[in-house]
């Protein structure tokens, strides 16, 4: 049976909603319209009810307490709130006192909070990458050694899929490290996410990363002494403990919790799943054309992403010429808004013409081994095609 067109390869931007998923948020959606803040009657109260089950769920995909739990409207304001939260928490203090470290391939919701607060006058360090997306062991305990910082870092990368050893980094470095922020979008529900042993101080994620809705996501703040404080972002009512005020996304967070308990649930079973149909694509893709290079780490990455650089492709003609057969992606989601070259793909070194032939693949939970076999065939019929042109237009120019 042929697959149902475009075959979602670009799970990395967005995932499609879990069913599951989508029951639960449609008796929220039909019937439990309350706010969860109105104490004086029962609509108020379940809806309570369905965000403390929720803010549960979410908790327990990163081994947190419910209470550490803040809810946002996704990794972008979880970002922003952990970097100019703490930025702006101390009043009295100056700005050049507080010093920021990131790496270079961040997510630009990390990167550009740290450029406004850099146009404040706070030190931010931005570090240089391997051509894998590592970050060196030596140049971030030297980095430390000016002074001790806020770090920000991410788990896993969203373009080219490499895995950080964070747990490491963190633990090697700690009396340095003020506070240490994670951006774990891409990793929750693919990889293990653990506060504790992360180290992390601050986490953020997204449901609409692990088959959960749009629009709902969540910063970790640990709750544990010393007490973290952040300065809310946004003001109002006072709600979630004063971080983030604004009545509650009830369907929004029940679908977040559902899809956190879900990718908890199946984690191993997910992992296993993109694990094996993004070998069996790569191979494919290696075996029938040649030239193709992964980007980022062989070993540590992400379940399911493939970054590709291949050769002699301008990548946008690849993407014009499959797109009503495969979703799949340049860059990131986030980039396209922008059409400016990959900053990640940038600080690996990767040449113009390697960024320019790289195309991203997000191998998703409901992917199966048929769309992947239909994967690896369009592809190589659309380079074939590209590279037989080009071929031709060479020869003609030749005479
Ligand atoms: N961080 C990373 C690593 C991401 O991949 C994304 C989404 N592309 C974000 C942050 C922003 O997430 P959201 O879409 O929930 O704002």
């Not at 702006?88 to 919701?109: D, G, L, V, Y």
């Not at 062991?137 to 910082?149: D, I, K, N, Q, Y």
């Not at 964070?166 to 994670?182: D, G, P, W």
Request: aromatic share 6%.
């Amino acid at each position: 049976m042929a697959p149902k067109l475009p075959v979602y390869l670009d799970n990395n931007a967005t995932t499609p909603l879990d069913p599951r998923v989508i029951s639960v948020m449609r008796l929220v959606l039909e019937t439990e319209f309350g706010n969860p803040a109105s104490t004086t009657h029962s609509l108020g109260w379940s809806a309570e009810e369905l965000v403390r089950v929720a803010r549960e769920n979410v908790a327990a995909l990163i081994n947190a307490a419910p209470e550490e739990i803040v809810f946002t409207s996704g990794a972008t304001e979880a970002n922003n709130l952990a970097l100019k939260g703490f930025a702006e928490c101390c009043t009295s203090c100056a700005p050049e006192n507080i010093r920021f470290i990131a790496a270079a391939t961040e997510h630009k919701s990390v990167l550009d909070p740290l450029h406004t607060l850099a146009s404040r006058g706070y030190p931010v360090k931005i570090l240089p990458v391997s051509k894998d997306g590592f970050i060196d062991p030596g140049v971030f305990s030297r980095a430390l050694e000016t002074g001790p910082a806020f770090v920000s870092l991410m788990l896993a990368n969203n373009e080219i899929g490499t895995v950080q050893d964070i747990q490491t980094l963190i633990a090697n470095n700690r009396k340095r490290i003020v506070y240490f922020h994670c951006d774990a979008t891409q990793a929750a529900g693919k990889i293990p996410v653990d506060v504790t042993e992360l180290g992390a101080d601050l986490l953020s994620f997204s449901a609409h990363k692990l088959h959960g809705p749009k629009g709902a996501g969540a910063l970790y703040i640990r709750r544990r002494n010393p007490l973290l404080r952040l300065h809310a972002q946004l003001e109002g009512g006072g709600h979630e403990y004063g971080f983030r005020s604004g009545t509650l996304n009830v369907p929004g967070i029940v679908g977040f919790g559902e899809a956190c308990r879900i990718a908890k649930t199946e984690l191993d079973q997910t992992r296993q799943h993109l694990n094996l149909l993004s070998q069996m694509l790569l191979t494919q893709i290696q075996d029938k054309i040649p030239g193709v290079k992964l980007n980022g780490s062989p070993f540590q990455r992400l379940p399911g992403n493939l970054s590709l650089a291949i050769d002699g492709i301008d990548n946008s003609r690849l993407i014009g010429l499959i797109s009503t057969k495969l979703a799949m992606s340049i860059s990131s989601a986030c980039q396209s808004a922008s059409p400016t070259p990959s900053h990640v793909l940038k600080a690996l070194g990767l040449s113009e013409a390697e960024q320019r032939s790289t195309i991203r693949i997000g191998i998703g939970r409901f992917n199966t081994e048929e769309e992947i076999y239909y994967a690896a065939e369009i592809l190589t019929g659309a380079v074939n095609k590209i590279r037989t042109e080009r071929a031709s237009i060479n020869v003609v120019s030749d005479r």
